[in-house]
């Protein structure tokens, strides 16, 4: 099975392909990464069969490795493997891609920059498609900061603008200041255990000390509520809606925040081992999806109503984490990829035809788009959690293990979360595709960018009835709903729709009702202030130190450099006035006397013998003089 290895390699060959190319001929050739990507997918169905009908997380049926150097006689490895898990993340990453990929066709089509677009992508697919494959944890780290380098090109692909500028450079500090969590959590790992196989940490990971779990658990966490937009790290993914429509449904459906949910669901068993770390994962997943579910209800912007709902799902999968149910976990992950990326290409779709993302100029579209109304529907039915979509069924398996923790608490919480969702995917469906028309010149969509959606949507309908086999490919009992649960989540989620019904089919006047809770209103339309916040907490207290570590530099660290600078001139200075004054005049003086004691006797030098004579006397009389003086001494 060594052609496993192809199903991640193919986009990064398209990638190396198209990376050096001009941009003329790159773009001519946006066909290359759309094949590839395609062919990997169909390796990764092939791949699928192959492993059915699966077994136990963690139990390799394909490994290989390389050994790229050795450090402190430790090996640091290449190392590959396929389990089932990852078996099922290779075909909704690459079926995702894919579909992305074919709808990018179209809706890139005028750009004169999607020769890049392209490669980026093909990149950025290749990076999630190795990161699933992963058996060593420090290549894991190294495709999670690849997919943060793909995300920040693609949010800022737009560059020119302010907002996608903006947007790109918050979504990547934000993401790399959560990352120092991964980097500490690596640190603390090898000194443990001394290497990063996967499989070595997992079985280990029981009789390390509860210290090096706790900061493990930690780190990780942290690392994941960055890459998949959990409280109080949630502030970069709705920012991020800045970037082409088609890799919002990539980057915010199977790719980059999904990377957050499959790391820790991997680590999972050495989080288990910490109270804590379970705690926590509860405890932030609930505030992140009830915080997630009440901002997409105040959203206009469907790309941005549509963020916030995926934070809120995300949240969810976070407390399925901490009910140490993995396998709902992924269930769930696995079905909000193909549903949300349907969302998220269907509203492009709409804002091709309307040329607005503000749903409050949209209206009347269910008579003009009927399959983009149809497939929209069924991706927000089951986002919602209606009977019988997938959405229903992998929503309820993360309660029910909720509830088997016995925490009533937190399946209440789901419960309001669940009835949020509901609510705001009729405020979408009412204000979008019913009511007055509001745009003029609407068409459906072309084919490029149907049969994607359509293909997402079949999945989406269809997925749900495969949860116990699902379950079981992981290794695990599979089961349906129970029965009392299935209708208290139904009612529920009716309920919702019902008051998104009234709300905004017109019953009920909204504008009145905003008006009479204004203060509410205007906070969850000014994002519960988590900008602010920021600004105020974090980003104002950062640059006032800038900008006294600017002072002193340049008032200390300058003034010392220019002082002995200064008196180095000075000093200099002198030493070239002594050189100049004292050594050259002395030097110069001698050379003066010199030429004048010699022009003296030159005068001597007459060629008469007789003063030849007379000079010769002089000198013995002087010389005798001079020895009788000093013999008298």
Not at 529 to 546: H, R, S, T, V
Not at 582 to 609: E, P
Request: hydrophobic share 55%.
């Amino acid at each position: 099975m060594n052609w496993i290895i192809a199903i991640p390699l193919l986009p990064a060959i398209a990638f190396l392909l198209t990376v050096c190319l001009p941009r003329s001929v790159r773009n001519k050739i946006v066909m290359l990464p759309v094949v590839m990507m395609i062919a990997s997918a169909v390796l990764a169905l092939v791949g699928l069969i192959k492993v059915f009908p699966g077994g136990e997380i963690g139990h390799s049926i394909w490994s290989t490795s390389w050994t790229l150097a050795t450090i402190a006689a430790s090996p640091l490895k290449l190392s590959l493997s396929l389990d089932p898990l990852a078996t099922v993340m290779l075909v909704m990453v690459s079926i995702v891609g894919s579909c992305v990929q074919v709808f990018s066709l179209f809706y890139m089509k005028d750009d004169d920059r999607k020769g890049w677009y392209f490669t980026v992508l093909s990149l950025f697919t290749s990076a999630m498609l190795f990161l699933v494959m992963g058996a060593d944890l420090l290549f894991i780290f190294a495709m999670w900061e690849i997919m943060g380098l793909c995300s920040y090109l693609l949010i800022g692909f737009w560059y020119k603008d302010e907002a996608p500028r903006k947007a790109s450079q918050k979504a990547f500090l934000v993401t790399r200041a959560a990352d120092i969590g991964f980097i500490v959590a690596l640190a603390a790992i090898y000194t443990q255990c001394g290497t990063f196989d996967l499989a070595t940490i997992l079985s280990s990971a029981a009789s390390w000390a509860p210290s090096v779990l706790l900061v493990v658990s930690l780190g990780l966490i942290w690392a994941a509520m960055g890459k998949s937009a959990q409280w109080p790290l949630m502030v970069w993914l709705p920012d991020a809606m800045a970037g082409p429509t088609p890799s919002s449904a990539l980057i915010h459906a199977a790719t980059m925040v999904a990377a957050g949910v499959f790391v820790l669901a991997r680590m999972l068993p050495v989080i288990a081992l910490s109270h804590i770390g379970l705690t926590l994962l509860t405890t932030i997943g609930i505030i992140t999806a009830l915080v997630g579910g009440f901002l997409a209800c105040f959203q206009t912007d469907i790309k941005k109503m549509l963020a916030y709902s995926t934070i809120s799902q995300l949240g969810l999968m976070f407390v399925g984490l901490g009910a140490n149910a993995a396998v709902p976990t992924l269930f769930h992950l696995t079905t909000h990829a193909f549903f949300k990326s349907m969302l998220f290409l269907a509203a492009g779709i709409i804002i091709h035809a309307t040329h607005t993302q503000d749903m409050r100029k949209m209206g009347g579209l269910a008579r003009k788009m009927p399959i983009t109304t149809v497939v929209f529907s069924i991706g927000a039915f089951s986002l919602a959690g209606l009977v019988p979509l997938s959405g229903f069924f992998s929503k309820d398996e993360i309660f029910a293990s909720v509830l088997k923790t016995g925490n009533t608490t937190i399946f209440a919480l789901g419960l309001v979360m669940a009835l949020t969702t509901a609510l705001y995917v009729s405020k979408a469906w009412f204000t979008v595709f019913f009511g007055k028309p509001r745009t003029k010149g609407v068409h459906e969509g072309t084919a490029l960018e149907l049969v994607p959606v359509s293909i997402l949507a079949a999945l989406t309908l269809v997925l749900g009835f495969f949860s116990p086999a699902f379950a079981r490919f992981l290794g695990h009992e599979g089961a349906w709903p129970e029965m009392g649960l299935a209708t208290i989540s139904s009612v529920v989620t009716l309920a919702g729709a019902l008051i998104g019904f009234f709300m905004y089919a017109g019953i009920i006047d909204t504008e009145k009702l905003s008006h009479r809770f204004n203060i509410l209103t205007r906070a969850f339309n000014e994002k519960l202030y988590f900008d602010y916040a920021y600004d105020l907490i974090i980003i104002q207290p950062y640059m006032k130190f800038c900008d006294l570590c600017w002072k002193f530099d340049a008032k200390v660290i300058d003034g010392i450099v220019n002082g002995v600078s200064k008196a180095y001139v000075g000093l200099s200075a002198l030493s070239w006035s002594f050189d100049g004054s004292v050594i050259d005049g002395a030097v110069n003086g001698c050379a003066t006397l010199a030429k004048k004691t010699g022009n003296t006797f030159k005068k001597l030098q007459s060629g008469r013998v007789l003063n030849y004579q007379r000079l010769m006397v002089g000198a013995v009389v002087i010389l005798l003089f001079v020895v009788v003086i000093l013999k008298g001494a």
